[in-house]
DNA sequence: TTATTATTGTAACTTTGTCGCATTAATTAA
DNA sequence: TTAATTAATGCGACAAAGTTACAATAATAA
């Protein structure tokens, strides 16, 4: 028997961060957009949470931070399945690209779960501000 | 002007640790495997040293760990690119998958320097060994 | 053998994230 | 509307990952 979500106001904060964004946030981006008024184990749970309903995925970058994004288009059953990531390394923004790719084939004997495919590179605005 | 490089014990001993493993390993595995007599801030400098000559390649996991292993096959020059790693979720090996794979395209207007592909699932001795 | 300086170990520190527990508040029943 | 139930929150303590400053040590070159 799973316990009954309740819709709290902290939820809601925490959801209205997320669409407002239109790119990946970690938790000291939640603390900056929340003020530091929410507390770091609340919004670490209220993440988790939203991750476990299937309605946000994390991306985890080289930076050893974990970031959480709104499951738009994938929000249906597969979620966890061909999501690819782009992280610029000049604004560090990360976002997903919501473009299908190719998932790349495995040996014979493996069983493919989950997918998480991390771009690294200049997003268009940076290209340009640099003249790369 | 680079610093030159020293061939230390240290630096040969975490080498041998890389060597003798057949899969990529966190700092803990080095730790255990070094019996625990070499500082941790130490591993952690010898392995980015690593990973700047390019000998090495770090993995960046959902469980918030770094793993490394060697670059046998991509040591060329773009060892950067084309990594495909392989996370069990039962066992927790993390390995590198050798076999070419199709990148991914990016929309218009982003650059690509590097890519991190990291697919979870089974390996073929956790399929046998649970019956999935 | 000596001088130079890269490397190491130590300790302190930062950041990320988790956990237990008392308190608060959302929901349900009365 | 009010009372009862229990999910959710805030707090504090904690653990793990990783970094940094600095003094001591040890490769390398002279």
């Not at 790119?23 to 476990?52: N, P």
């Not at 994390?58 to 597969?78: F, M, P, S």
């Amino acid at each position: 028997m799973d316990k009954q979500k309740r819709n709290t106001k902290t939820k809601q904060l925490v959801m209205n961060v997320l669409s407002d964004s239109d790119s990946a946030l970690c938790y000291e981006d939640f603390d900056r957009r929340l003020s530091g008024k929410m507390d770091r184990a609340t919004v670490y749970r209220i993440l988790q949470g939203f991750c476990d309903e299937g309605k946000v995925h994390k991306i985890t970058v080289e930076n050893g931070r974990t970031y959480y994004a709104l499951c738009l288009h994938c929000q249906a059953k597969n979620h966890n399945d061909k999501h690819l990531h782009f992280r610029c390394v000049r604004c560090e923004t990360i976002l997903c690209i919501d473009e299908p790719f190719v998932i790349p084939a495995l040996p014979a004997g493996y069983r493919m779960t989950d997918i998480q495919c991390l771009i690294s590179g200049h997003c268009p605005n940076c290209l340009t501000e640099t003249g790369l």
